[in-house]
């Protein structure tokens, strides 16, 4: 049955709106509440959003789906590092079956559509002979499509030029139908396999039609410089937008004449950064002593020098990252925090990076919004703003998918019954209305 939602409240438009949902799960139409007839549902299924804000969904930029759910098998990662996690992970890969990956990534990705994403882009390991994961989330890309698109990357984990048979595993995972090139140079032996890994991948996605996201500079160490590497090739090779760079937290360590210089290379060259705020701020600084620095990229920065940036949530409770539900909105908070964006329009910034920025990582142009011929995917938010909606942590109230509502939330209210006190409720919608 086709879909009616009833008096939402849309960007952009003054007064609530009335959106009719068509047979072909796009938006058919979108007109003031007041004058739509309200006794006219054609038949639809009614969605009462009551005033509440109708928002296009969450896009999760940056995940690796392969290793959620994996935390402290066989072993916990005791020293917090990257390192550390990466060695975990080496322990948990040849327990990897398809029955136990399709399990743990079908937990997350409804975790995901109940906190209102509903287009993921997963990392996946590839430095493996069996490519177990691999083929497993090309089985779940296809069986969640109606719901969620999922576009996989093919991730080197443990290198494309350092780790033994790595560029022909790359190779074997285009065969298989991954949508992105990975790569992760600062993690290769030298800077010149660095170098080398990053040419392989722009290679291999401009024969292929297929975008790059690199694993790029994820260290505190300033001389590991391979985003210029990959900015200077996206430009050449014209790929431009549809490369992006992830996580580069030397950045963070970046002394302001080289910051200017790269800065001017990112801008020219199109393309993308993601920032993983919570996993980063766990994971870097684990080598210093005081002052201990934050180890997240430049953020405010690049924003200004007019560059893309989106924020990811990397991880969620594995080799990495123990904690984490899968909500970008708290993936928002802590990017607010951590990248010191707190005024009103900063932390507006900062829900963007988990909007449409991190559409526009994804390549969603035409395929993402609330405009009348687009899919139907949007989230229903008992929020006045996206800035009230990252201060408050609000979860959707409704979820809806191609046409159809996939997810309802929870109330915001609480009944407290302390001891010498009169019974009373907190209702984080009204208390926090300021
Ligand atoms: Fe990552």
């Given at each position: 049955?086709?879909?009616?939602?009833?008096?939402g409240?849309?960007?952009?438009?003054?007064e609530?709106?009335?959106?009719?949902?068509?047979?072909?799960?796009?938006?058919?139409?979108?007109?003031?509440t007041?004058d739509?007839?309200?006794?006219?549902?054609g038949?639809?299924?009614v969605?009462?959003?009551?005033?509440?804000?109708?928002?296009?969904?969450y896009v999760?930029p940056?995940?690796?789906l392969?290793?959620?759910?994996?935390?402290?098998?066989p072993?916990?990662?005791e020293?917090?590092t990257l390192w550390?996690g990466?060695?975990?992970w080496?322990?948990r890969?040849?327990?990897?079956?398809?029955?136990?990956?399709?399990?743990?990534?079908m937990?997350v990705?409804?975790?995901?559509?109940a906190?209102g994403?509903?287009?993921?882009?997963?990392?996946?390991?590839?430095?493996?002979p069996?490519?177990?994961?691999?083929?497993?989330?090309?089985?779940?890309?296809?069986?969640?499509?109606?719901?969620?698109?999922?576009?996989?990357?093919?991730?080197?984990?443990?290198?494309?030029v350092?780790?033994?048979?790595?560029?022909?595993?790359?190779?074997?995972?285009?065969?298989?139908?991954?949508?992105?090139?990975?790569?992760?140079?600062?993690y290769?032996?030298t800077?010149?396999?660095?170098?080398?890994?990053?040419?392989?991948?722009v290679?291999?996605?401009?024969?292929?039609?297929?975008?790059?996201?690199?694993?790029?500079?994820?260290?505190d160490?300033?001389q590991?410089?391979?985003?210029?590497?990959?900015?200077?090739?996206?430009?050449?090779?014209?790929?431009?937008?549809?490369?992006?760079?992830s996580h580069?937290?030397?950045?963070?360590?970046y002394?302001?004449?080289?910051?200017?210089?790269l800065?001017?290379i990112?801008?020219r060259?199109g393309?993308n950064?993601?920032?993983?705020?919570?996993?980063?701020?766990?994971?870097?600084?684990?080598?210093?002593?005081?002052p201990?620095?934050?180890?997240l990229t430049?953020?405010k920065?690049?924003?200004?020098?007019?560059v893309?940036?989106?924020?990811?949530?990397?991880?969620?409770?594995?080799?990495w990252?123990?904690?984490?539900?899968?909500?970008?909105?708290?993936?928002a908070?802590?990017?607010?925090?951590?990248t010191?964006?707190?005024?009103?329009?900063?932390?507006?910034?900062c829900?963007?990076a988990?909007?449409?920025r991190?559409?526009?990582?994804?390549?969603?142009?035409?395929g993402?919004?609330?405009?009348?011929g687009?899919?139907?995917?949007?989230?229903?938010l008992d929020?006045?703003?996206?800035?009230?909606?990252?201060?408050?942590?609000?979860?959707?109230s409704h979820?809806?998918?191609?046409?159809?509502?996939?997810?309802?939330?929870?109330?915001?209210a609480?009944?407290?019954?302390w001891p010498?006190?009169?019974?009373?409720?907190?209702?984080?919608?009204?208390?926090?209305?300021?």
């Open positions: 049955m086709p879909l009616l939602v009833r008096a409240r849309l960007a952009g438009h003054a609530p709106v009335d959106l009719r949902v068509g047979d072909d799960g796009r938006i058919a139409s979108i007109v003031a007041s739509a007839p309200s006794d006219d549902t038949g639809a299924e969605l009462d959003a009551a005033g509440r804000m109708i928002a296009p969904p999760e940056h995940v690796h392969d290793s959620v759910l994996t935390a402290g098998e072993r916990w990662n020293s917090g550390e990466i060695e975990r080496t322990e890969k040849p327990l990897l079956t398809h029955d136990d990956v399709v399990g743990r990534v937990q990705l409804r975790w995901q559509v906190n994403v509903l287009f993921v882009r997963s990392h996946v390991d590839v430095t493996d069996d490519l177990t994961a691999l083929r497993a989330l090309v089985e779940v890309r296809e069986r969640v499509r109606d719901v969620m698109t999922l576009q996989l990357v093919a991730f080197p984990q443990e290198g494309i350092s780790f033994d048979g790595g560029e022909k595993l790359l190779e074997e995972a285009v065969h298989l139908g991954v949508d992105v090139i990975g790569a992760i140079p600062h290769e032996d800077r010149e396999d660095g170098v080398r890994s990053v040419e392989i991948a290679d291999l996605a401009s024969r292929h039609g297929l975008m790059v996201d690199a694993h790029c500079d994820e260290i160490d300033e590991s410089r391979f985003v210029e590497v990959l900015a200077t090739l996206a430009n050449r090779s014209g790929l431009r937008e549809r490369v992006t760079a580069t937290t030397a950045m963070g360590s002394n302001a004449a080289y910051s200017y210089k800065s001017r990112i801008a060259s393309i950064l993601v920032c993983n705020p919570m996993v980063n701020l766990h994971l870097q600084g684990r080598f210093d002593a005081y201990k620095r934050r180890g430049q953020v920065e690049l924003l200004g020098a007019g893309n940036v989106a924020f990811g949530h990397d991880d969620v409770m594995d080799p990252f123990p904690l984490g539900t899968a909500n970008p909105c708290q993936v908070l802590v990017g607010s925090l951590a010191q964006l707190t005024s009103p329009a900063e932390v507006r910034e829900y963007r988990v909007t449409d991190a559409a526009r990582v994804l390549g969603l142009q035409g993402y919004g609330i405009e009348v687009r899919p139907a995917s949007f989230v229903v929020a006045r703003d996206p800035f009230d909606v990252v201060r408050r942590q609000v979860r959707p979820v809806v998918a191609n046409g159809h509502l996939v997810a309802r939330g929870p109330e915001h609480s009944t407290l019954t010498g006190e009169d019974e009373m409720s907190v209702d984080f919608r009204r208390d926090a209305d300021r």
